[in-house]
């Protein structure tokens, strides 16, 4: 783990307030690899749900994101912004899948509907 008294002398001649971010989770092996995934729908009806992201390599190794604990609203051509983290890093991704969920049982299941998508490494801001 990270000592927040260690950090302290460096954080402080920062002006206040001051955050910290470490690329930690809460899972063994406890790293994580964080991405910004910026997407613009086109759905006519606004959608409220998940977003869970795949990554995949050209070896076939693939990466499947943490789910996020809020869901995210979605209205035609406005751009939502969703961080989202993987435990393992892949570094040249060969393809990308998403999965849309309500998280509900009624009714029939809703089409997110696409646009344009963006996934940006927070780790890697060259990538």
């Known amino acids: 783990g990270y000592h ?6 460096l954080l402080i001649p920062y002006s206040s307030p001051t ?7 809460d899972q063994d092996p406890f790293c994580m690899y964080n ?3 910026d997407i613009t729908t ?12 795949k990554i995949i ?3 076939g ?3 499947v994101s943490q789910t996020n604990s809020e869901a995210s609203t979605f209205q035609q051509y406005k751009r939502v912004k969703i961080p989202t983290g993987f435990h393992q890093d892949i570094e040249k991704i060969a393809k990308i899948s ?7 049982l009624i009714g029939p299941p809703k089409k997110l509907r696409i646009l344009q998508m963006k996934l940006k490494s ?3 801001p060259k990538r």
């Open 57 to 59: 390599d050209d070896a």
């Open 122 to 124: 927070l780790n890697n």
């Open 19 to 25: 955050k910290a971010y470490f690329d930690t989770s």
């Open 98 to 104: 998403l999965t849309f969920s309500t998280k509900t």
């Open 42 to 53: 086109w759905n006519k009806s606004i959608r409220r749900g998940f977003i869970k992201v």
């Open 35 to 37: 991405y910004l995934l």
């Open 4 to 9: 927040a008294d260690r950090w302290k002398k």
């Open 61 to 63: 190794n693939t990466v």
